[in-house]
C-alpha cells in the first residue's frame, strides 16, 4: 500500500497581541516589563538576553510603556539585564524558558543610581504562566535522568504529568516512541516533534523518532488550548528539545544492567519436567556523552562563543524473554497415522473415523495405503513433543520459553552555530537501528519454530533551524528536517530453508505460484486441537517497507508597538510505502485441516485429516498489492 500525503498550510497565525504568541518549532518566547520603584514604566532601556548554554545574545529597546518582547528563541536558562540612564544595572538569571513557551518574565524593577552599580535577581523556582492560555506541563534534564524508567524510554515519565494515562507506555527497549492517552483524547490524535520536527513519520499515535534520555534537554506537553499553528494534531503536542553543548566541555559514560540472575523464577518453569530454568533476560545499556566547543586554539572560535556540539550515543545489546507458549503437536506416531495413543484426558481416545465408511479405523489406525503423501509430510515441520500430556490434563505436549536478541543503537549530533549578533543556526543528525531476532519477531510469529526472524528497523532524522534577527523587532526562523523509517524482514539461508517446501519434499501445487517466489510452506491451522500450532505468514512477507517525511516552516514575527503579528507557513510531504499480499497470508496457500460435522471427509481429528490429506478449506492470494 502507498500512501503519499502532502500537506501545503499557510499558517493563519495573524493576531494582535499584548501579552501572548505563537510559537512555530521548539522556540519560545520572552516578554516582560522594565520599570521604576514606583512602577512607572522606563521607556528606551537596553534590554539584553543572553542563554547561559551558548552564550547566544539579543536586545531590545523598551518602548514607552517599558515593555520589551523577545520572539523566537531557543528553549534553555536565560540572563536578562537592563541598562538605563539614572539607573543601576539590572541583572535577572536563570530565567528558564521552555519550548514552544510564552514566558512572562514580569516587571523588571530598576534602582535609582549608576550605570556601574548593579542589582542581581534570581529567577522564582516557579514561574505561574500569564502569558499563554495554553495548559502544559515540562519536564527537564534533571527529572528525565533521575525519574527511574524501566527501558529508558521518555514516554514512560509523561504519566506523572497531569492528565496523562498510566496505559503502559514505554517500553523495556529503547524504540519509537508510543505516545499515551491524555486529557480523555486517544494517542491516535497526539503530534510529537523533535526539536520543532515531527515524529510522526508512520503512524499517528508512533513516532519514529527515539532519542536516549541522556540527549533530551527538556520534555514539553501541551495538553490543550494551545495555539493554532499546531494544526497537525487534534490530542496533545509533545515537544522533544535536545541539549546543546556549551563553552566549556562535559561528558560522561554510563552502564545499567537487568539480568535474570536477579529474577526468581516462573512457577511454571520450576513445575516442569525436567525443570526449566531462568529465560534469559539481559538489558546491558551503555552509553556515552560528550559536548562543548568546537574550537582550534588562536585559530577557530577562539573565545569558545560560536560554535557548539553535543554528541550521545547508547547501544543496548539486549535479550529480552518471550512469553511462555504451549502447543499440541503431532507425536511420532500420529505422523506414521498411529493414533492409538491420542488421547483426548487420561480415559478417552480421539476417535479417527474413515470418512468412506464412517467407521472407526480398526485399532485408530490408518493404513499407510491411504495416507497422502505430500499432505502427511506437512506434520513432519513441527518439532516432537517435549512433555508429558499427562502432566497437563492433556491441554498440551509442547512447553518452549525462548528468548529476542534485541540490539538497538542511538546516536545524536547536534551542532550550535552564533553566527554573527543577528544569525543563529544549528543543526541536527541523529540514527537509530534495531535489530528483532527470534521466533516471536514482528510478520513472522510462528513460536514454535522453525527458525528464527530477523525484523530490522533504522529511523534516521536530519534537521536544523536559522534565526535571523533583521532589526530587534523582525524576526525570521526557518525550520527543516527530514525523517526516514524503514524495515524489513531477512531470514538467513537456513532459516529460509526451514520454511521452503523442497526442504521437506513437499510440492503441493499452487493455482498463483508468482505470488510465492520462494515457494514457501503452505499456512495451515488445526483449530479444534487443544492448544493447537499453526504455520502463518505477515501479508507484508517479504517485508521491506518505508516513510519518509519531509518539512519545512518559515515564520516572520513582527513588534508593532504593543503588538506581535506572526505570520508563517509550513509545508510537509509524507509517503508511506507498505507492500502487502492481497490475501494476506494466504500467499503460499492456506489449508485448514479443522473438524466440521458439514466436512464430509472429515476424521474427527485434525491431525488425521492432515494426514488423508483432507482439508475443510483451502484459500490462495491471486495477487500482490503495493
Given at each position: 500500500?502507498?500512501?503519499?500525503?502532502?500537506?501545503?498550510?499557510?499558517?493563519?497565525?495573524?493576531?494582535?497581541?499584548?501579552?501572548?504568541?505563537?510559537?512555530?518549532?521548539?522556540?519560545?518566547?520572552?516578554?516582560?516589563?522594565?520599570?521604576?520603584?514606583?512602577?512607572?514604566?522606563?521607556?528606551?532601556?537596553?534590554?539584553?538576553?543572553?542563554?547561559?548554554?551558548?552564550?547566544?545574545?539579543?536586545?531590545?529597546?523598551?518602548?514607552?510603556?517599558?515593555?520589551?518582547?523577545?520572539?523566537?528563541?531557543?528553549?534553555?536558562?536565560?540572563?536578562?539585564?537592563?541598562?538605563?540612564?539614572?539607573?543601576?544595572?539590572?541583572?535577572?538569571?536563570?530565567?528558564?524558558?521552555?519550548?514552544?513557551?510564552?514566558?512572562?518574565?514580569?516587571?523588571?524593577?530598576?534602582?535609582?543610581?549608576?550605570?556601574?552599580?548593579?542589582?542581581?535577581?534570581?529567577?522564582?523556582?516557579?514561574?505561574?504562566?500569564?502569558?499563554?492560555?495554553?495548559?502544559?506541563?515540562?519536564?527537564?534534564?534533571?527529572?528525565?535522568?533521575?525519574?527511574?524508567?524501566?527501558?529508558?524510554?521518555?514516554?514512560?515519565?509523561?504519566?506523572?504529568?497531569?492528565?496523562?494515562?498510566?496505559?503502559?507506555?514505554?517500553?523495556?527497549?529503547?524504540?519509537?516512541?508510543?505516545?499515551?492517552?491524555?486529557?480523555?483524547?486517544?494517542?491516535?490524535?497526539?503530534?510529537?516533534?523533535?526539536?520543532?520536527?515531527?515524529?510522526?513519520?508512520?503512524?499517528?499515535?508512533?513516532?519514529?523518532?527515539?532519542?536516549?534520555?541522556?540527549?533530551?534537554?527538556?520534555?514539553?506537553?501541551?495538553?490543550?488550548?494551545?495555539?493554532?499553528?499546531?494544526?497537525?494534531?487534534?490530542?496533545?503536542?509533545?515537544?522533544?528539545?535536545?541539549?546543546?553543548?556549551?563553552?566549556?566541555?562535559?561528558?560522561?559514560?554510563?552502564?545499567?544492567?537487568?539480568?535474570?540472575?536477579?529474577?526468581?523464577?516462573?512457577?511454571?518453569?520450576?513445575?516442569?519436567?525436567?525443570?526449566?530454568?531462568?529465560?534469559?533476560?539481559?538489558?546491558?545499556?551503555?552509553?556515552?556523552?560528550?559536548?562543548?566547543?568546537?574550537?582550534?586554539?588562536?585559530?577557530?572560535?577562539?573565545?569558545?562563543?560560536?560554535?557548539?556540539?553535543?554528541?550521545?550515543?547508547?547501544?543496548?545489546?539486549?535479550?529480552?524473554?518471550?512469553?511462555?507458549?504451549?502447543?499440541?503437536?503431532?507425536?511420532?506416531?500420529?505422523?506414521?497415522?498411529?493414533?492409538?495413543?491420542?488421547?483426548?484426558?487420561?480415559?478417552?481416545?480421539?476417535?479417527?473415523?474413515?470418512?468412506?465408511?464412517?467407521?472407526?479405523?480398526?485399532?485408530?489406525?490408518?493404513?499407510?495405503?491411504?495416507?497422502?503423501?505430500?499432505?502427511?509430510?506437512?506434520?513432519?515441520?513441527?518439532?516432537?513433543?517435549?512433555?508429558?500430556?499427562?502432566?497437563?490434563?492433556?491441554?498440551?505436549?509442547?512447553?518452549?520459553?525462548?528468548?529476542?536478541?534485541?540490539?538497538?543503537?542511538?546516536?545524536?549530533?547536534?551542532?550550535?552555530?552564533?553566527?554573527?549578533n543577528k544569525a543563529r543556526l544549528w543543526f541536527k543528525a541523529s540514527g537509530y537501528t534495531s535489530d528483532n531476532s527470534g521466533l516471536n519477531s514482528a510478520a513472522i510469529q510462528?513460536?514454535?519454530?522453525?527458525?528464527?526472524?530477523?525484523?530490522?528497523?533504522?529511523?534516521?532524522?536530519?534537521?536544523?533551524?536559522?534565526?535571523?534577527?533583521?532589526?530587534?523587532?523582525?524576526?525570521?526562523?526557518?525550520?527543516?528536517?527530514?525523517?526516514?523509517?524503514?524495515?524489513?524482514?531477512?531470514?538467513?539461508?537456513?532459516?529460509?530453508?526451514?520454511?521452503?517446501?523442497?526442504?521437506?519434499?513437499?510440492?503441493?501445487?499452487?493455482?498463483?505460484?508468482?505470488?510465492?517466489?520462494?515457494?514457501?510452506?503452505?499456512?495451515?491451522?488445526?483449530?479444534?486441537?487443544?492448544?493447537?500450532?499453526?504455520?502463518?505468514?505477515?501479508?507484508?512477507?517479504?517485508?521491506?517497507?518505508?516513510?519518509?517525511?519531509?518539512?519545512?516552516?518559515?515564520?516572520?514575527?513582527?513588534?508593532?508597538?504593543?503588538?506581535?503579528?506572526?505570520?508563517?507557513?509550513?509545508?510537509?510531504?509524507?509517503?508511506?510505502?507498505?507492500?502487502?499480499?492481497?490475501?494476506?497470508?494466504?500467499?503460499?496457500?492456506?489449508?485448514?485441516?479443522?473438524?466440521?460435522?458439514?466436512?464430509?471427509?472429515?476424521?474427527?481429528?485434525?491431525?488425521?485429516?492432515?494426514?488423508?490429506?483432507?482439508?475443510?478449506?483451502?484459500?490462495?492470494?491471486?495477487?500482490?498489492?503495493?
Amino acid at each position: 500500500m502507498r500512501r503519499p500525503g502532502r500537506l501545503l498550510a499557510p499558517v493563519a497565525l495573524f493576531a494582535l497581541l499584548t501579552g501572548a504568541a505563537f510559537g512555530q518549532g521548539s522556540s519560545g518566547t520572552i516578554s516582560g516589563r522594565v520599570v521604576d520603584q514606583t512602577g512607572a514604566p522606563v521607556p528606551g532601556a537596553d534590554v539584553r538576553i543572553q542563554n547561559q548554554t551558548i552564550k547566544d545574545v539579543r536586545s531590545f529597546t523598551s518602548d514607552q510603556t517599558g515593555s520589551f518582547l523577545f520572539a523566537d528563541i531557543q528553549p534553555g536558562d536565560y540572563t536578562i539585564s537592563v541598562k538605563a540612564n539614572g539607573f543601576k544595572q539590572f541583572e535577572k538569571t536563570n530565567v528558564h524558558l521552555t519550548s514552544n513557551e510564552v514566558l512572562s518574565a514580569g516587571d523588571l524593577k530598576l534602582v535609582v543610581g549608576s550605570t556601574s552599580e548593579s542589582v542581581e535577581v534570581k529567577a522564582e523556582a516557579t514561574v505561574v504562566q500569564t502569558a499563554s492560555a495554553e495548559r502544559s506541563g515540562t519536564l527537564d534534564s534533571q527529572q528525565v535522568i533521575e525519574l527511574p524508567t524501566r527501558g529508558r524510554d521518555v514516554m514512560a515519565l509523561l504519566q506523572t504529568m497531569p492528565g496523562v494515562v498510566n496505559d503502559n507506555t514505554g517500553s523495556d527497549v529503547l524504540g519509537q516512541f508510543t505516545t499515551p492517552t491524555m486529557d480523555g483524547t486517544r494517542a491516535e490524535y497526539n503530534a510529537l516533534n523533535v526539536d520543532g520536527i515531527s515524529g510522526n513519520t508512520a503512524r499517528g499515535k508512533n513516532a519514529q523518532s527515539p532519542v536516549n534520555l541522556d540527549s533530551i534537554s527538556e520534555v514539553k506537553v501541551m495538553a490543550n488550548s494551545y495555539s493554532a499553528e499546531y494544526g497537525t494534531a487534534g490530542g496533545a503536542i509533545i515537544n522533544v528539545v535536545t541539549k546543546s553543548g556549551t563553552s566549556q566541555f562535559h561528558g560522561g559514560a554510563y552502564y545499567y544492567l537487568r539480568n535474570e540472575a536477579l529474577n526468581a523464577n516462573d512457577f511454571f518453569n520450576n513445575s516442569t519436567i525436567p525443570f526449566t530454568p531462568r529465560p534469559r533476560y539481559r538489558y546491558n545499556t551503555e552509553g556515552t556523552y560528550l559536548g562543548g566547543p568546537i574550537y582550534f586554539p588562536g585559530k577557530i572560535n577562539r573565545d569558545r562563543q560560536k560554535v557548539f556540539f553535543f554528541f550521545s550515543q547508547e547501544y543496548d545489546p539486549n535479550t529480552t524473554p518471550n512469553s511462555p507458549v504451549k502447543f499440541t503437536l503431532p507425536t511420532e506416531l500420529e505422523r506414521k497415522g498411529d493414533f492409538s495413543q491420542s488421547l483426548k484426558n487420561a480415559t478417552t481416545l480421539y476417535t479417527v473415523k474413515d470418512p468412506l465408511t464412517g467407521a472407526p479405523f480398526p485399532g485408530n489406525v490408518i493404513p499407510q495405503n491411504r495416507m497422502d503423501p505430500q499432505s502427511a509430510k506437512l506434520l513432519s515441520i513441527f518439532p516432537l513433543p517435549n512433555t508429558d500430556p499427562r502432566t497437563t490434563g492433556y491441554s498440551y505436549n509442547f512447553y518452549s520459553q525462548t528468548s529476542e536478541d534485541v540490539p538497538v543503537l542511538t546516536e545524536t549530533l547536534k551542532v550550535d552555530v552564533n553566527a554573527t549578533n543577528k544569525a543563529r543556526l544549528w543543526f541536527k543528525a541523529s540514527g537509530y537501528t534495531s535489530d528483532n531476532s527470534g521466533l516471536n519477531s514482528a510478520a513472522i510469529q510462528n513460536k514454535w519454530g522453525p527458525a528464527s526472524v530477523d525484523y530490522q528497523q533504522t529511523m534516521p532524522q536530519l534537521g536544523g533551524s536559522f534565526v535571523y534577527v533583521f532589526t530587534p523587532t523582525l524576526i525570521n526562523e526557518v525550520v527543516f528536517g527530514m525523517n526516514l523509517w524503514t524495515e524489513k524482514q531477512l531470514l538467513t539461508s537456513d532459516g529460509l530453508k526451514a520454511y521452503q517446501r523442497a526442504t521437506y519434499g513437499i510440492n503441493i501445487p499452487q493455482s498463483y505460484p508468482k505470488d510465492n517466489p520462494d515457494s514457501l510452506l503452505p499456512a495451515m491451522t488445526f483449530g479444534t486441537v487443544s492448544n493447537a500450532p499453526a504455520l502463518s505468514y505477515d501479508g507484508r512477507f517479504p517485508m521491506v517497507d518505508d516513510s519518509t517525511a519531509y518539512s519545512v516552516s518559515d515564520n516572520v514575527s513582527k513588534i508593532w508597538g504593543k503588538h506581535w503579528i506572526k505570520g508563517g507557513i509550513l509545508y510537509q510531504h509524507i509517503q508511506y510505502n507498505q507492500y502487502h499480499q492481497a490475501g494476506g497470508n494466504s500467499f503460499p496457500g492456506s489449508f485448514n485441516f479443522s473438524t466440521n460435522s458439514s466436512f464430509p471427509q472429515d476424521t474427527g481429528y485434525p491431525y488425521a485429516n492432515a494426514f488423508l490429506g483432507n482439508f475443510y478449506s483451502y484459500t490462495e492470494a491471486t495477487n500482490r498489492v503495493d
